[in-house]
Structures are given as structure tokens and as C-alpha cells.
């Protein structure tokens, strides 16, 4: 032999030597106890992080009274919901198209996660092969990256999670962070955005197909997925199926009489278009009053149950619709654009509020008219103004007792006796009505009557009263004469709260949006609707008693209808503002128009939807009555319940005097509510309560529920020479 020969046998001895079985085998466990070291220490090195940014973001989801979602907000469509809300079935679906070995394992699966590893590498495709646990500590710490770094961390948060917490509540987590496609996070959003019902309803067919959406959310959509995609899917369900009757979870004849669930077509978000943004904002403006930060609301996960209906919101909207909206050209009218409508619905016996019209669209115009403080109410404060006079036994100025019966000087101009501040207000049109009973000045919203009425009562009484019963006060709420004719600001769900308080016989009705506020972690207290008693039940009453007058023979006639009703008319200075506000035993409503240019300063309505003024008892009252009659169902047979005192709250009234004072005009008015500016501080006093008067006139006919026929139609224009007066 060569030496080259020697030489290469001499060199393969020691490649053997250097290779031997138990040098390689030493090298193998070696390398194992290195590697299982190694991974001590990433054990020990990684901790549990908190949850990403995305992860714990939910929408708020805001609720009609009858649990129909009405919109959701927030950057993710998620609602995270407890396991106990999902019913078992599905749980297990899910559980059998992820990880049939959930139960048992440790949170990893070392061979599925190897094999996924190979055949991603040898070019066959991504595959899963993460446990359950491995993908919801990707969902909910780590992130999408499909990186060695970020598999290597999954590992080991997933088996830290898997002794820390207990599979339902990681069941939970993978449930609630998954994505499903059409824009839905977690099962909660999934069941909604598929097939529009809660988690908790959801069938087993049902359950197991959102499952199998899991591994392709956009390839597995039945309704735009292609023929390739709907085989795909089918078989992936089927998939599920059986490995839940292989594993004892599904009954196999259960099984064969499943068929695939095909979810509904995919539905616009339900966004804040429309009236929900209205009502979506004042329910977050009460929740902060009620101690919600907006932070915290921000943050999501709030699901919101309001106290709208949704038939009697539709009934609104549709009443809104057909008497304004419809006979408006706001895009080639000038003057028709600057009309902006309100409205506020309050059930008086519980002080939910039922609707709410916040304007043509809460993206196209964002100010909640229904909120809004910025417009006169007009005469709608004058039956604020008798039942202050009523609660507080106030007399004229020769000493009769105000009640409904009690006689008072109607002439236009006509200024006020007993004011520090001069004021002479001017009715209507300018015209002059004599000696006539409150009830009668209530019908017609004489101006005369009420601006005396105010100061023989005391501005801080009247004041106090309409606190009391709801308003708010506020640096344009000075007192003075003008008061009566409704000066201050007001917002319809304060005029529907005063209002429903004197429908509720005295009893404070807080009219509140929200009926409950729930998040994982607390909830909102909700708002006390009902309080204690205001006024007296005479006084209450005996307003309500005046303004079933005007929905049967006064300015708010176009109201009437199959019901009983009470209300008043309001047109406020320069026509900018007009309003009705009335109620039904039932149901209490306040409608307000409010002129309104594109810059937001305040204008005329005159001549928008009508030729002329727009009176509040036109356009308003016809919106009330539309939207009442639909509300209760056509009609209704309720009737008030009236407690009035026989002498003083208006079934009779004393011998007919007039009030003293001199007929020259200190001051006038060109509408219902135009005065002079007036200071804020009174100096006038109420004069002492004298003897019980003996004088009475014969009653007035209590009112009936249907107009009556002898008094003539109030012709389109409103006349003041017609027999039934305007506003």
C-alpha cells in the first residue's frame, strides 16, 4: 500500500473515532440540554406582556328599548361577552375546528407547531398548527408577524397563560379577539354582522360556521365567496361537525339533520347617520352628567340600552317627514334650508324618553336640535305662568283669586298695573279682545292677559315654578314682565320634561335617554326620572284643564285628534322660533321649529313653510298630532284625571271685573314674545292673599275629544279677525 493509501486510511480512522454512535448521541443530549437551557431562559426572560392597543378595543353599542341594536361607535366592531353568554355547543365547535386536544394539553402543541414550521418551509403552504391558547396570546399580546422571534415568544406566553389561567377564560379570549371578517371582532360582533342575532342565540350550524371562518374570514363569506370558496367553507363545516361527534360533543343524528346555515347578506354598520347620531350624543352627554368619563366611553365596551322605542321613533321620523321635510326644497330654496325641526318624546309616568328628532341627519347637520338651548319657547312658558298663580293662591291686583275663570283686560298694548318695569305687550295681530277669562286668553295666547297675569303672581314666584317643573335657568332667564311670553331659552326636552311634570300631576318627571349602561367592568347609575312632588295637584291639574282648551277650540286646534289632549302654542320674537307642546294622559310631546342660516345665527321662519308667519300652531301642532296619533295606535281612550278646586280652579269664576290701568301703551310687540330689554332683578312684590270672592259666572264645558263642529275652520294664513285665534 502507498503512503497516499495509508495516509487516507489513517484519516477515515479518525473520522470514526471523532463520529462515533455514543459521541453523536452525547452530542445530541448535549445539544438538547443546551437547547432546553436555552429555552429555561427565554422562559424565564419573557414575561406575560400586557394586552396590545387593538386588542381591548370595543365599540360601544347603544340599544333600543327593545335590545335592537340602533348603532355602534368606535375605531373596532367588537363587544366583548362572557363564555356564560355563549351557549356550549358553539363553544365546542370552535374548540373542534381548532384544537380538539384544548382540554388536555398544555397550550402548545410542540409537533403541530414543527410540522406547520416544515411545511411552511419546503414551500407547502403557511399552516396553523397553534394551539388555541398560541392564537389568542397572539390575538391579545403579540402581534400578526409571522417571524421566528414572534413564534418563539407565542411559545412561551403560551405556556405561562396556560398555568395562570383557566381554559374558559382563554376560550374566552380566542372567542373574543378572533376576527371573522365583515368588519367583526369577536364572536359578539360575528353573530350580529352574520347572522343578526346576539352570541347567545346562536344554533350549533350557526356556531360552527363562524368557526370555520377562522381560517380564511374573506375566502370563507358564503355571500361573496366564489364557487371555489363556498366548497371550501361547506367542507370545513362539515369538518367541524364530525370532529364533534368524534369527540362526544354532537349527537351523530343531531349531526344528520344539520343543514348549512347560509348567513344573511352583509348590512351597512350601523353608524351614526340619520337620528342616531343625535340620540348616540345626548345618551354620552348623560352618561358624563352621571359620572361616565368620556374617556372611559372612548375606551368602549359600554352597551347602552336606551329608552327610545323604536315604532314610536319611527313614527316620529315619518311625522317629521311627511309635515315638514316633504314640502321643503332645501336644496333650491334658500329661505326652506334655514328650517330646522326638533322634538322630544317623554312617556310621563316613567320619564323615558320614548323619541327624539335631532334634524334631517346628524351628518348633514350636526347640532341636536332637540337639545339645543338657544331659541325662545314662547307661549309655551304661559301655562308655566298660571300654574305658578294656581300654586301659589296669587290674586289679581283688586284681590280675585286667579283661576281659569277669572276676568282680565285682553286689550292689545294694554300696559301691565303694578310692574316696576313698563310694559305694554302686544297681542296678535294687534287685536283687542276685552274683558275675557284666563281660560279664554289661555285658547287664544292673548299676550295682554299673561303679561299681567306674570306680575299680579311675582317674577321670582314664576321663576321658582318653572325651575321646579324643569327649565333651567340661565343669564337670559332675568325677571320681568316679558317673562310670560316666554323670553328665556329652552330646549324641547326641557319644555317636554316641565310639561310632563304637569301631565304627572305635580310629580318631577326628569326625562332620561338612558335606561341602562353596562361594561364588563361597572356600570352607569341611571337617572332618577320620577322625583317629589312640585306643584300641588290643583295646580297641575288645573293647567292641564287650560290647555285641553286650546287643543279644542284655541290655537292648537290642527292637534286635536281621536284622543284626549292639553297643550300650547309658542311663536316667538321675529317668528324665529315656533313651537307646540302638549300632551295626551300617556304621552307628552314638544315640537319646535328654529330658523337657522348656514353660518348658524338665528332667522325668520316667515315665509319658509307657509306664506307668513309660521305659526306654532300650523307646522308644529300638525307634526305633534301626525306623530301622537300614530304613537297610540290610532287613538287612545285614556282620559286626564283632573283634581281642580271647584271655585279657583276654573269651573266657575267670580263676578266679572276688570283689571284697573291705564290704557296708553308704555311699550309693544310685533309678535308673541317681542319686548323691550328688561333688567334682571324685580323690585315688584305679590299682594297679600285676601278674602275668598263670592261672585261666580256659569262653568265652561269641559273639553271634549273631538273638535267641535259649530266653530268654523281657521282659514290657511291665520286671520286675526277669525273666530278661532292663531298663536
Not at 113 to 126: E, P, Q, S
Not at 378 to 401: M, Y
Not at 646 to 657: I, K
Not at 660 to 669: C, F, I, L
Request: charged share 20%; proline share 6%; with cysteine.
Amino acid at each position: 500500500m502507498g503512503r497516499s493509501g495509508t495516509s487516507q486510511a489513517r484519516k477515515g480512522g479518525r473520522i470514526r473515532r471523532l463520529f462515533t454512535w455514543k459521541k453523536l448521541l452525547g452530542t445530541f443530549f448535549v445539544g438538547c440540554l443546551l437547547a432546553m437551557g436555552a429555552f429555561y431562559a427565554l422562559y424565564l426572560m419573557v414575561p406575560v406582556p400586557t394586552a396590545n392597543a387593538d386588542a381591548t378595543l370595543q365599540s360601544n353599542v347603544y340599544k333600543y328599548s327593545n335590545g335592537k341594536v340602533m348603532a355602534r361607535t368606535g375605531k373596532i366592531n367588537r363587544e366583548i361577552v362572557g363564555l356564560d353568554k355563549v351557549p356550549v355547543d358553539v363553544q365546542r365547535a370552535f374548540v373542534a375546528a381548532e384544537n380538539k386536544t384544548f382540554y388536555k394539553d398544555h397550550g402548545v402543541d410542540i409537533k403541530g407547531t414543527f410540522r406547520a414550521a416544515w411545511n411552511t418551509v419546503t414551500g407547502k403552504g403557511k399552516q396553523g398548527g397553534s394551539t388555541i391558547t398560541q392564537q389568542y396570546v397572539k390575538n391579545y399580546y403579540l402581534s400578526q408577524d409571522q417571524t421566528a422571534t414572534r413564534k418563539l415568544k407565542e411559545m412561551v406566553i403560551a405556556l405561562k397563560v396556560d398555568q395562570n389561567m383557566s381554559k374558559s377564560e382563554i376560550l374566552a379570549g380566542y372567542m373574543n379577539t378572533s376576527y371573522y371578517g365583515r368588519n367583526a371582532y369577536g364572536i359578539q360582533a360575528a353573530a350580529q354582522a352574520y347572522y343578526g342575532v346576539d352570541a347567545g342565540k346562536l344554533t350549533v350550524g350557526q356556531g360552527a360556521y363562524l368557526a370555520s371562518l377562522l381560517q380564511a374570514p374573506s375566502q370563507y363569506d358564503w355571500t361573496s365567496a366564489s364557487a371555489d370558496g363556498r366548497k371550501l367553507v361547506e367542507q370545513r363545516w362539515n369538518y367541524v361537525l364530525d370532529n364533534m361527534v368524534e369527540e362526544g360533543w354532537l349527537d351523530s343524528a343531531q349531526r344528520a339533520g344539520l343543514k348549512f346555515p347560509v348567513p344573511h347578506k352583509p348590512k351597512a354598520p350601523k353608524g351614526l347617520s340619520g337620528q342616531s347620531g343625535y340620540i348616540v350624543e345626548a345618551a354620552n352627554q348623560e352618561l358624563m352628567r352621571q359620572g361616565v368619563s368620556e374617556e372611559d366611553l372612548k375606551a368602549g365596551g359600554w352597551t347602552v340600552t336606551l329608552n327610545i322605542d323604536e315604532k314610536k321613533q319611527k313614527a316620529l321620523v315619518k311625522a317629521v317627514d311627511e309635515q315638514l321635510e316633504d314640502k321643503l326644497d332645501r336644496k333650491g330654496d334658500k329661505k326652506d334650508a334655514t328650517v330646522q325641526a326638533g322634538a322630544t318624546s317623554v312617556d310621563p309616568k316613567t320619564g323615558a324618553i320614548v323619541a327624539m328628532y335631532g334634524g334631517v341627519g346628524a351628518t348633514e347637520h350636526w347640532t341636536n336640535n332637540a337639545t339645543r338651548r338657544d331659541y325662545q319657547p314662547a307661549s309655551t312658558f304661559k301655562p308655566i305662568v298660571l300654574a305658578s298663580a294656581i300654586d301659589n293662591r296669587s290674586v289679581t291686583q283688586d284681590g280675585r283669586r286667579i283661576g281659569l275663570g277669572t276676568i282680565y283686560d285682553g286689550t292689545s298694548k294694554r300696559p301691565v298695573v303694578g310692574s316696576p318695569i313698563d310694559f305694554a305687550p302686544e297681542n296678535e295681530d294687534d287685536r283687542s279682545y276685552g274683558p275675557v277669562t284666563v281660560q279664554k286668553a289661555t285658547n287664544s295666547s292673548i299676550n295682554s292677559v299673561y303679561a299681567q297675569m306674570i306680575v299680579d303672581v311675582g317674577f321670582a314666584k314664576t321663576k321658582q315654578t318653572a325651575l321646579a317643573l324643569g327649565m333651567k335657568d340661565g343669564p337670559d332667564f332675568g325677571e320681568g314682565p316679558s317673562m310670560s311670553l316666554g323670553v328665556m331659552t329652552a330646549s324641547t326636552v326641557d319644555m317636554a320634561g316641565a310639561y310632563a311634570t304637569l301631565d304627572n300631576h305635580g310629580v318631577k318627571v326628569t326625562p332620561t335617554l338612558v335606561k341602562s349602561a353596562e361594561h364588563k367592568q361597572r356600570q352607569a347609575e341611571p337617572v332618577k326620572s320620577i322625583g317629589e312632588r312640585v306643584i300641588s295637584r290643583e295646580a297641575a291639574d288645573t293647567t292641564t284643564k287650560a290647555m285641553q282648551g286650546v287643543v279644542q277650540s284655541g290655537s292648537g286646534f290642527r292637534a286635536a285628534g281621536d284622543y284626549q289632549a292639553a297643550g300650547k302654542t309658542g311663536t316667538s320674537e321675529n317668528n324665529r322660533s315656533a313651537w307646540f307642546v302638549g300632551y295626551t294622559p300617556e304621552l307628552v310631546t314638544a315640537v319646535g321649529l328654529f330658523g337657522e342660516d348656514t353660518a348658524g345665527n338665528q332667522v325668520t321662519l316667515t315665509d319658509t313653510i307657509n306664506p307668513g308667519r309660521a305659526n306654532g300652531g300650523r307646522t308644529p301642532a300638525q307634526i305633534w298630532g301626525a306623530y301622537t296619533e300614530r304613537a297610540l295606535g290610532g287613538g287612545s281612550d285614556a282620559t286626564f284625571d283632573l283634581e281642580t278646586d271647584g271655585t279657583f280652579g276654573g269651573d266657575t269664576a267670580p263676578t266679572p271685573t276688570r283689571t284697573t290701568g291705564s290704557p296708553t301703551p308704555t311699550a309693544t310687540a310685533t309678535d308673541e314674545a317681542t319686548t323691550p330689554p328688561e333688567p334682571t332683578t324685580p323690585t315688584g312684590t305679590t299682594p297679600p292673599e285676601p278674602p275668598t270672592p263670592t261672585g261666580t259666572t256659569p262653568p265652561e264645558p269641559t273639553p271634549t275629544r273631538t273638535i267641535d263642529p259649530t266653530i268654523p275652520p281657521v282659514p290657511d294664513g291665520e286671520s286675526g279677525a277669525d273666530s278661532r285665534p292663531g298663536d
